[in-house]
């Protein structure tokens, strides 16, 4: 179970990550200025828990990978650091521009300090068929980088870099397929 220790570390390092930008008080339900992600992903792992899906997972790190077939226990475990990119904060109230093209709708951050720097969406009608998004965390320990893609009944994937000072850097993969 090689992956798993790696995965645990990657979990651990993406909970802190998303725990600092938590620090600040929640938005009221129903005021959302931008898509509600917290919203929608924890709808979805709801209705991927009464789903049951059979995941074909691979994970990968640094280069060694391993895939396993399995069953979800916490789809919002999971599906944690989609949720965890929410930018329906009050303190963020006016810190993305909003660019429309037909079906697709991406949020992008107007401050290079802020986790998420962009979110895109693609729609089919009020449908999601995709959610791409960009997190970029830096500071005197480490720089990270994460690239979040999510189609709903198909497949999900997160890459994440990371730089640490004194311990170099590590990069993670993971596929997902149902």
Same mark, same amino acid.
């Given at each position: 179970m090689y992956w798993y220790k790696h995965i645990k570390i990657f979990i651990l390092s993406a909970s802190i990550t998303s725990g600092l930008a938590s620090c600040k008080p929640d938005v009221v339900a129903?005021?959302?200025r931008y898509f509600d992600i917290k919203g929608y992903f924890s709808k979805e792992a709801e209705r991927l828990t009464q789903l049951h899906p059979h995941v074909e997972k691979t994970v990968k790190h640094n280069k060694q990978s391993?895939?396993?077939?399995?069953?979800?226990?916490?789809?919002?475990?999971? #599906? +944690?650091?989609?949720s965890g990119s929410d930018i329906n904060k009050p303190a963020w109230r006016n810190s993305y521009k909003v660019i429309k093209r037909g079906n697709t709708t991406v949020y992008k951050a107007k401050l290079p300090e802020l986790k998420t720097q962009s979110i895109t969406i693609v729609n089919s009608g009020n449908k999601v068929q995709s959610i791409d998004i960009v997190n970029h965390t830096s500071n005197l320990l480490y720089t990270s980088?994460?690239?979040?893609?999510?189609?709903?009944?198909s497949a999900y994937h997160i890459s994440k870099m990371q730089?640490?000072?004194? #311990? +170099?850097?590590n990069s993670y993969d993971i596929d997902s397929r149902f």
């Amino acid at each position: 179970m090689y992956w798993y220790k790696h995965i645990k570390i990657f979990i651990l390092s993406a909970s802190i990550t998303s725990g600092l930008a938590s620090c600040k008080p929640d938005v009221v339900a129903g005021d959302n200025r931008y898509f509600d992600i917290k919203g929608y992903f924890s709808k979805e792992a709801e209705r991927l828990t009464q789903l049951h899906p059979h995941v074909e997972k691979t994970v990968k790190h640094n280069k060694q990978s391993e895939s396993r077939d399995l069953g979800i226990s916490s789809w919002n475990d999971e #599906l +944690g650091l989609f949720s965890g990119s929410d930018i329906n904060k009050p303190a963020w109230r006016n810190s993305y521009k909003v660019i429309k093209r037909g079906n697709t709708t991406v949020y992008k951050a107007k401050l290079p300090e802020l986790k998420t720097q962009s979110i895109t969406i693609v729609n089919s009608g009020n449908k999601v068929q995709s959610i791409d998004i960009v997190n970029h965390t830096s500071n005197l320990l480490y720089t990270s980088t994460e690239k979040l893609s999510y189609y709903p009944d198909s497949a999900y994937h997160i890459s994440k870099m990371q730089h640490v000072r004194l #311990l +170099g850097v590590n990069s993670y993969d993971i596929d997902s397929r149902f």
